[in-house]
């Protein structure tokens, strides 16, 4: 009995052994996962395209959550418009921010693909900075957002915008079309001198001149020695010879030029070197006080894939939500990841942006050409080395295998450590003993870690439900408030330590101030609307009915807040106006 006793602690023994030996194993032969891929994967899982209830799918992505905070244009129209009609003085082109105006403007003629956040501060940008200058690698979306922007700017008057498109060699002859030229002795006036005298004669509407690719011509060749000279000090000689304006803002006849304060230059130029000039370091000085770069948005290519991919799923009968769901991963992965090898071997102006012709290479079995295609574009711009395929393997291997990254594991990092030291041999036995450590290490930690993790899907769900409107906010705080209390007992009960707890209560605490862009958008209208120092009925209505609508989305102690914030601006506006007339009286 005492034989067969000790003979079956033997066989358990030695299963528990290999089975531990084998586990241990994997842990330390197994290679890191790269940090981009899990967020973009965080990024997927909670962009509602893609949604699921199954916690067994959890995965180590959800302990890198991105901002899902995403909004597209169409989604902020009230937004937008208030915007607008702060920087149009003539009363009779503001709008309702209730009728969707800037968005039925920059739709012509396809609505743009865009954060708002970004289309709404380029225009306050470009319309507090009277020479601007756009500049940004092939594909980044210049030439739409300076178009969509002037739309706004000059409530989408053709006539108040003036374009030109710059083409080699022919700076001479813009010079004579858009300043002048003397025929006969007597000065011709060209294009811009004519648009500059409408802008003086009419200061309550915006006038915009786009000059693109401004970096194929010599600027100064353009607007000639008196003008150039101008624009980089107003205090030089800037007086063009058989050229009179009567001025009638200013009440005067001269020769002069005066740029006015409602024109807005924006010059459009690539970051790739220019075969004529390098506008950005020799004359941004005079073309842009405002330098606006545009690189490749990895944002924007998520919003446009995710649209594209909501297309094909009400089309195609044999929408397949798994494999689109893939794809999207390893375009987003591969965008990101070859724009910054490509960064790191030839520079950032070499990167490919989102709206360049990768795109429309975008479906599952056009992978191998999406990939061509942007080695493609990048050999375009003739670097020094040109890029090929081999120098991308990285990204490949990571894709074939879910996100690791090659020669990451614990092993490996070891081996390469000491063979590039040249000790292997001589640490070898350290190296067994730091082996055996490391890897009881991650096993202990990855029996500790499900924990954070069920928690924190427990924390996207609640959210998820909460931004549905199944739940409210405060039905939210609630159900968070429990989760807080789950993970205090567990790190009193050393399941889960206090670096864990802490990143979750992080993690937390960012979720839950998701709604701060709610109070933002709201003190950015009162903004705008006291940039005259006062209120008038019709902004107090609009706050009140913006107050209405964001009620629900926000604790009730923080609405009452804004509400009572609301009513004394108003009120000390009324009473200024009162006061005023007091005065006049």
């Given at each position: 009995?005492?034989?067969?006793?000790?003979?079956?602690?033997?066989?358990i023994?030695?299963?528990?052994?290999?089975?531990?030996?084998?586990?241990?194993?994997?842990?330390?032969?197994?290679?890191?996962?790269?940090i981009?891929?899990?967020?973009?994967?965080?990024?997927?899982e909670?962009?509602?395209?893609?949604?699921?209830?199954?916690?067994?799918?959890?995965t180590?992505?959800?302990?890198?959550?991105?901002?899902?905070?995403?909004?597209?244009?169409?989604d902020?129209?009230?937004?937008?418009?208030?915007?607008y009609?702060?920087?149009?003085?003539?009363?009779?082109?503001?709008?309702?921010?209730?009728?969707?105006f800037?968005?039925?403007?920059?739709?012509?003629?396809?609505?743009?693909?865009?954060?708002?956040?970004?289309?709404?501060?380029?225009?306050?940008?470009?319309?507090?900075?009277?020479?601007?200058?756009?500049?940004?690698?092939?594909?980044?979306?210049k030439?739409?957002?300076?178009?969509?922007?002037?739309?706004?700017?000059?409530?989408?008057?053709?006539?108040?915008?003036?374009?030109?498109?710059?083409?080699?060699?022919?700076?001479?002859?813009?010079?004579?079309?858009?300043?002048?030229?003397?025929?006969?002795?007597?000065?011709?006036?060209?294009?811009?001198?004519?648009?500059?005298?409408?802008?003086?004669?009419?200061?309550?509407?915006?006038?915009?001149?786009?000059?693109?690719?401004?970096?194929?011509i010599?600027?100064?060749?353009?607007?000639?020695?008196?003008?150039?000279?101008?624009?980089?000090?107003?205090?030089?000689?800037?007086?063009?010879?058989?050229?009179?304006?009567?001025?009638?803002?200013?009440?005067?006849?001269?020769?002069?030029?005066?740029?006015?304060?409602?024109?807005i230059?924006?010059s459009?130029?690539s970051?790739?070197?220019?075969?004529?000039?390098?506008?950005?370091?020799?004359?941004?000085?005079?073309?842009?006080?405002?330098?606006?770069?545009?690189?490749?948005?990895?944002?924007e290519?998520?919003?446009?894939?995710?649209t594209?991919?909501?297309?094909?799923?009400?089309?195609?009968p044999?929408?397949?939500?798994?494999?689109?769901?893939?794809?999207?991963?390893?375009l987003?992965?591969?965008?990101?990841?070859?724009?910054?090898?490509?960064?790191n071997?030839?520079?950032?102006?070499?990167?490919?942006?989102?709206?360049?012709?990768?795109?429309?290479?975008r479906?599952?079995?056009?992978?191998?050409?999406?990939?061509?295609?942007?080695?493609?574009?990048?050999n375009?711009?003739?670097p020094?080395?040109?890029?090929?395929?081999?120098?991308?393997?990285?990204?490949?291997?990571?894709?074939?295998?879910?996100?690791?990254?090659?020669?990451?594991?614990?092993?490996?990092?070891?081996?390469?450590?000491?063979?590039?030291?040249?000790?292997?041999?001589?640490?070898f036995g350290?190296?067994?003993?730091?082996?055996?450590?490391?890897?009881?290490g991650?096993?202990?930690?990855?029996?500790r870690?499900?924990?954070?993790y069920?928690?924190?899907a427990?924390?996207?769900?609640i959210?998820?439900?909460?931004?549905?409107?199944k739940i409210?906010?405060?039905?939210?705080?609630i159900?968070?408030?429990?989760?807080?209390?789950?993970?205090?007992?567990?790190?009193?009960?050393?399941?889960?330590?206090?670096?864990?707890?802490?990143?979750?209560?992080?993690?937390?605490?960012?979720?839950?101030?998701?709604?701060?862009?709610?109070?933002?958008?709201?003190?950015v209208?009162?903004?705008?609307?006291?940039?005259?120092?006062?209120?008038?009925?019709?902004?107090?209505?609009?706050?009140?009915?913006?107050?209405?609508?964001?009620?629900?989305?926000?604790?009730?102690n923080?609405?009452?807040?804004?509400?009572?914030?609301?009513?004394?601006?108003?009120?000390?506006?009324?009473?200024?106006?009162?006061?005023?007339?007091?005065e006049?009286?």
């Amino acid at each position: 009995m005492k034989k067969t006793y000790t003979i079956s602690i033997i066989i358990i023994s030695t299963i528990i052994t290999i089975w531990g030996i084998d586990k241990l194993s994997q842990i330390g032969f197994e290679d890191e996962t790269d940090i981009v891929w899990l967020q973009v994967d965080s990024l997927i899982e909670n962009s509602n395209l893609f949604y699921h209830k199954d916690k067994s799918q959890v995965t180590d992505s959800i302990s890198l959550l991105t901002d899902s905070t995403i909004f597209y244009l169409q989604d902020k129209p009230a937004y937008l418009d208030s915007i607008y009609n702060t920087i149009q003085k003539d009363t009779n082109l503001q709008t309702s921010c209730n009728d969707t105006f800037v968005m039925k403007i920059i739709s012509k003629p396809f609505p743009p693909t865009q954060h708002y956040l970004k289309f709404a501060g380029a225009v306050e940008l470009f319309y507090r900075n009277q020479f601007v200058m756009v500049s940004g690698v092939n594909g980044s979306g210049k030439s739409t957002l300076v178009d969509r922007v002037t739309k706004v700017i000059t409530a989408d008057k053709e006539k108040n915008v003036l374009k030109l498109t710059c083409v080699p060699e022919r700076g001479t002859d813009y010079h004579k079309e858009y300043i002048g030229e003397y025929r006969n002795g007597i000065f011709q006036k060209g294009k811009l001198l004519n648009f500059w005298e409408k802008a003086w004669e009419d200061s309550l509407h915006n006038y915009v001149m786009i000059i693109d690719d401004i970096d194929k011509i010599y600027p100064a060749t353009l607007f000639g020695a008196d003008v150039w000279g101008y624009m980089d000090n107003p205090k030089n000689s800037n007086i063009i010879e058989g050229y009179y304006f009567d001025n009638i803002r200013k009440k005067k006849k001269n020769n002069q030029i005066e740029i006015p304060d409602n024109f807005i230059l924006i010059s459009v130029t690539s970051t790739v070197k220019s075969n004529v000039i390098n506008i950005i370091e020799e004359l941004g000085r005079r073309l842009g006080k405002l330098k606006f770069f545009m690189f490749p948005d990895v944002t924007e290519f998520y919003m446009y894939l995710i649209t594209k991919i909501k297309k094909k799923r009400k089309k195609d009968p044999l929408f397949n939500e798994n494999t689109e769901k893939q794809h999207l991963h390893k375009l987003l992965y591969f965008f990101i990841k070859a724009n910054k090898i490509t960064e790191n071997k030839y520079g950032k102006n070499y990167t490919v942006g989102q709206w360049s012709s990768i795109k429309k290479k975008r479906n599952p079995e056009e992978f191998n050409a999406f990939v061509s295609n942007y080695i493609a574009q990048v050999n375009e711009l003739d670097p020094e080395l040109e890029l090929k395929r081999e120098h991308l393997a990285n990204i490949f291997y990571t894709i074939n295998n879910n996100g690791k990254l090659e020669d990451t594991n614990f092993f490996a990092r070891i081996l390469n450590l000491l063979l590039s030291t040249g000790l292997f041999s001589e640490f070898f036995g350290g190296l067994l003993f730091l082996t055996v450590s490391g890897i009881i290490g991650l096993f202990i930690y990855n029996s500790r870690k499900k924990h954070i993790y069920l928690a924190i899907a427990d924390v996207n769900t609640i959210f998820e439900n909460y931004k549905s409107n199944k739940i409210s906010y405060s039905e939210a705080e609630i159900q968070i408030k429990k989760l807080r209390k789950r993970i205090n007992e567990l790190v009193a009960k050393k399941k889960v330590n206090y670096m864990e707890a802490t990143y979750f209560f992080n993690l937390v605490n960012n979720r839950m101030s998701d709604k701060s862009h709610i109070i933002n958008d709201f003190f950015v209208l009162i903004e705008h609307f006291v940039e005259d120092k006062i209120i008038d009925y019709k902004e107090y209505l609009q706050l009140q009915d913006y107050l209405d609508k964001i009620k629900g989305k926000i604790p009730n102690n923080q609405y009452q807040l804004l509400k009572i914030k609301v009513e004394e601006l108003y009120k000390k506006s009324t009473n200024k106006i009162a006061n005023k007339k007091n005065e006049k009286i």
